[in-house]
């Protein structure tokens, strides 16, 4: 094995799925928020409050334009699990409040079985509300076979829920074409784009979605707040998940966080500014990563398509150590073994387990992810400690 590089002075990020750092250009929008302009931007009848407003508005906008969205069909949250729970749950309900005339219920709620774990919860709870909760397998890539969505859609369908990119592994879905086809059964589409956002082009309106979602802290933006695209031509119809004042358009009420809301904005105009370039340079990190450890590890084997992935995700099975035991010998590492949201729980990636990844081979797994803040440097330790914490989990004491 090579000689170890130097060892860095903090420890290596590389959970970019996770959360992301918030970029000190975001923080420096946010501060004035908290304590200078802290008008609460509901209160228009006086300054600091329209001026609020107006910050508000500005970064409306600007979340509007990273998707392709016009600002008024952005509604704001506290981020991708509230903004996918609305538009779910709100769209199933309204459509059960409000059935349209002459025409037979649709019960049926199409997602895929790898998507995230709030999506897949939400599905399930309308489930128990007498909905027709469907979960679609995936293949080995992790991706969706067009014919299996086509016959899910033989039975009228009210809602396709698809990511456009998967949180572990970074498996990126032909979502234009999904759409396509969930359009043309009469389907209302949604899709969590919460770890596609800012990291790879978007349009919503060119693909016809009707209902998306994304969060800050996903994108190099403060933790705590997201959005809802709701599309307005066709306007898409939701019912509130809780009563309030009133606020973004009656869907979301509650006053909203003018420094949280700022903040998301500058990161989402930098991610649209930087994206191509930041997407090339975090890729050929990636590809040295990999290139790298597949080196020093052989047999390492990747999970996912490569071609079909977001630029910084890599998802690896080893070969003969668990990723628990990895992590520990490599503790200056910050990675993990799948979704945040799920580490709790110490059991096999339920993503790999339904792309056919053996729950003994989904356990030697780690999920990847290079940012924005990686360096080369960093991943040239990261590869030489991770091959060697492998090495040692992999030798009989």
């Excluded at 304590?35 to 931007?41: F, L, Q, S, T, V």
């Excluded at 084997?301 to 990723?323: K, V, W």
């Excluded at 992590?327 to 709790?344: E, H, I, N, R």
């Amino acid at each position: 094995m090579s000689p170890m590089p130097p060892a860095p002075n903090r420890p290596i990020y590389l959970d970019n799925q996770a959360t992301t750092r918030c970029d000190p250009r975001v923080l420096a929008v946010m501060l004035p928020f908290f304590a200078e302009h802290y008008g609460n931007p509901h209160s228009v009848e006086h300054a600091m409050g329209r001026a609020a407003e107006a910050a508000v508005e500005a970064a409306r906008a600007q979340v509007a334009a990273l998707i392709g969205a016009a600002a008024n069909e952005v509604v704001f949250t506290s981020g991708a699990t509230e903004s996918n729970n609305i538009a779910i749950k709100g769209a199933a309900r309204h459509a059960t409040a409000y059935p349209a005339p002459g025409a037979p219920p649709r019960r049926r709620i199409v997602t895929l079985a790898t998507e995230h774990k709030c999506v897949l919860e939400s599905v399930a709870d309308l489930g128990r509300e007498g909905f027709d909760p469907v979960f679609l397998p995936v293949r080995a890539d992790g991706t969706l076979d067009p014919d299996i969505l086509r016959a899910a859609l033989a039975e009228p369908t009210l809602l396709v829920s698809i990511m456009a990119a998967n949180n572990e592994t970074g498996v990126i879905q032909d979502l234009p074409s999904l759409a396509a086809i969930a359009k043309e059964a009469g389907a209302l589409v949604h899709s969590d784009l919460a770890q596609a956002a800012g990291k790879i082009p978007l349009d919503v309106a060119a693909w016809h979605l009707d209902l998306a979602s994304i969060s800050g802290h996903k994108l190099y933006g403060p933790k705590g707040v997201g959005a809802l695209y709701v599309r307005r031509r066709p306007r898409v119809r939701l019912a509130p998940l809780f009563s309030g004042g009133g606020q973004e358009r009656g869907l979301r009420s509650g006053t909203l966080p003018a420094p949280l809301i700022v903040g998301f904005g500058e990161a989402c105009r930098l991610a649209e500014a930087e994206l191509a370039e930041e997407a090339t340079r975090v890729g050929a990190l990636r590809a040295r990563l990999l290139d790298r450890l597949q080196s020093l590890i052989p047999e390492i084997t990747l999970n996912g398509s490569l071609a079909a992935r977001l630029p910084g995700n890599l998802n690896l099975t080893f070969p003969a150590a668990s990723a628990a035991d990895i992590m520990a010998g490599a503790p200056d590492l910050c990675v993990s073994t799948g979704s945040a949201c799920s580490s709790a729980v110490v059991e096999p990636s339920y993503v790999l387990r339904a792309m056919g990844v053996p729950d003994a081979a989904a356990a030697r797994s780690l999920r990847i992810g290079i940012g924005r803040f990686t360096s080369a440097a960093e991943i040239d330790y990261a590869a030489a400690a991770l091959a060697a914490a492998h090495d040692r989990a992999a030798t009989p004491a």
